[in-house]
């Protein structure tokens, strides 16, 4: 399938724009430019400024004041960037006026993360999840600056019209797309929907969280597999799951993609059958990278978006990861694992059967995890097989 949008050049020049409101202020936004900078470095784009500005709300043409953009424009004629990056949504009408006026490529935050899903989907399943998600955003915002369905588009007759006729042309291929890419994904969600069948009988436990919190990290070394594990947002984003055992307990252990603040609606939705393993799962992990300052309202955005797919009520095991980069100057690499756990015991060696505090990395407290997760599960797995534990164990 054609891609809808050009491929991200080698060593391309961005900048990214922020707004600063009654919702969001200037200490958040700097946080929010962040990220977004770390969003724009996974798809090898290089970040040469960043602008805010303070408005009580967005401006209907250009989301941003007109002074704004003008010194934007100036900024990106001088020194040769090629995409401004917003890290709120724009409305058609917006991304059109900013495309004619600074003259080149605009994204805002949701169309970046779907250029990045596309990059890391592997599986069928998940690249069809994308081009619909990616379609779906695109319909509305069609400008001749976005026309890139030539070969899809064939001996239409419009070569030379281009305008307007083109982008009617491209709607209509896209919304025929649409259709095929849903029919698609019913077949897999079919097929997805017998394979969950086949399952029953067995606890079923998801990791969840925020991207980069090293879920997939932890999900080799509880399931001893070779999930893709990087220091990337949304290293993977395809539902992977295995078959785990420990104290002779079984369960399934799935990791799916990663959450994150501001996540594009229609990907959610195109997303709904993967995340069907978090929502018919038994347990959740919910794995937080107790590093960031912003790991409270990480915590907040998994919480939201649980609620949102139907799997706010489920029990949950809280594990907070990356103990090791908690003290700024602590050489982990020169410390010994027993030195590790002398430092980070006292203080975060929890008593609550919810939550556990460890270093996937360093493997560090990572008996006390699977302790804690194997009551869990064996409680559920006795309901299930009620002689096959002793009940006066767990």
């Not at 960031?292 to 609620?307: C, D, G, I, R, S």
């Not at 139907?310 to 594990?319: D, P, S």
């Not at 690499?333 to 002398?342: N, Q, R, S």
Request: aromatic share 8%; proline share 2%.
């Amino acid at each position: 399938m054609d891609k809808l949008f050009p491929t991200f050049k080698e060593k391309e020049k961005a900048v990214l724009v922020a707004v600063i409101n009654s919702t969001q202020n200037q200490e958040t936004v700097k946080e929010y430019l962040d990220e977004l900078e770390f969003l724009a470095s996974t798809l090898g784009v290089e970040t040469v400024a960043e602008f805010s500005q303070k408005i009580d709300k967005p401006e209907p043409r250009t989301f941003i004041g007109k002074g704004k953009v003008d010194e934007i424009k100036e900024f990106i004629s001088a020194n040769e960037v090629q995409l401004v990056i917003f890290d709120d949504d724009l409305s058609p009408s917006q991304l059109r006026n900013l495309e004619k006026y600074l003259k080149c490529r605009i994204y805002d935050r949701s169309l970046l993360i779907l250029e990045i899903f596309l990059n890391r989907a592997q599986t069928s399943q998940a690249k069809t999840q994308v081009e619909l998600a990616r379609y779906q955003y695109l319909l509305p915002r069609l400008t001749r600056m976005w026309t890139h369905l030539e070969r899809q588009r064939g001996g239409t007759g419009t070569r030379g019209g281009a305008g307007e006729k083109e982008i009617e042309t491209d709607r209509r291929i896209i919304r025929n797309q649409i259709n095929i890419l849903k029919g698609k994904l019913e077949k897999i969600d079919k097929q997805n929907a017998t394979q969950r069948k086949s399952r029953s009988g067995v606890v079923r436990v998801a990791l969840v969280g925020y991207t980069n919190v090293g879920k997939s990290t932890l999900m080799n070394l509880m399931s001893k597999s070779k999930v893709h594990a990087e220091n990337k947002l949304f290293a993977t984003v395809d539902a992977t799951v295995r078959k785990v055992v420990i104290d002779a307990v079984p369960f399934l252990l799935s990791d799916t993609v990663g959450f994150i603040r501001k996540l594009p609606h229609h990907l959610i939705e195109s997303f709904k059958s993967t995340l069907n393993e978090v929502v018919e799962a038994d347990i959740l992990m919910h794995v937080i990278d107790i590093s960031n300052p912003a790991y409270h309202a990480h915590m907040e955005v998994v919480k939201n978006t649980l609620a949102d797919i139907g799997a706010g009520n489920k029990e949950v095991l809280y594990v907070f990861n990356k103990v090791d980069r908690i003290e700024e100057n602590m050489e982990w690499a020169d410390e010994t694992e027993e030195d590790i756990e002398a430092h980070v015991e006292d203080l975060y060696k929890s008593k609550k059967e919810d939550e556990v505090y460890i270093s996937a990395k360093h493997k560090f407290n990572i008996d006390q995890l699977r302790e804690k997760l194997v009551k869990k599960i064996a409680k559920r797995h006795y309901t299930i097989y009620p002689n096959y534990l002793n009940s006066d164990t767990y």
